[in-house]
Nanobody, 123 residues
Framework: VQLQASGGGLVQIGGSLRLSCVTS????????MGWFRQTPGKEREFVGT????????YYSDSVKGRFIISRDRTKGTVYLQMNNLKPEDTAVYYC?????????????????WGQGTQVTVSS
């Protein structure tokens, strides 16, 4: 299973970006998917997760109300709409797939990972 994240870039404070994660296998359409991010010298942290059918969605407190996660199972794609971006959102963003169908915040539950896409928020 391969995951390809894209959509990162340089954006000003308060701007928006939409990240996409395309998966290579139809089987992941039945899996929970998540987004994580990491900055140099820090541990990777949870951003958001969505269950296989979109019925359960969770966010970290730091992005709640600003980020929206969604998925299109017919396209094998998961999205992360990021609004009102702040400098502290600057990071490499990774998408990941779980074995199960559920939405989970535990990084250890994710078995497949994309390569990451850089998001930089500047003034």
């Amino acid at each position: 299973v391969q995951l390809q994240a894209s959509g990162g870039g340089l954006v000003q404070i308060g701007g928006s970006l939409r990240l996409s994660c395309v998966t290579s296998a139809r089987t992941t359409s039945n899996n929970g998917m998540g987004w994580f991010r990491q900055t140099p010298g820090k541990e990777r942290e949870f951003v958001g997760t969505i269950s296989w059918n979109g019925g359960n969605i969770y966010y970290s407190d730091s992005v709640k109300g600003r980020f929206i996660i969604s998925r299109d199972r017919t396209k094998g794609t998961v999205y992360l709409q990021m609004n009102n971006l702040k400098p502290e959102d600057t990071a490499v963003y990774y998408c990941a797939s779980e074995r199960s169908s559920w939405a989970t915040t535990r990084m250890s539950d994710y078995v497949y990972w994309g390569q990451g896409t850089q998001v930089t928020v500047s003034s």
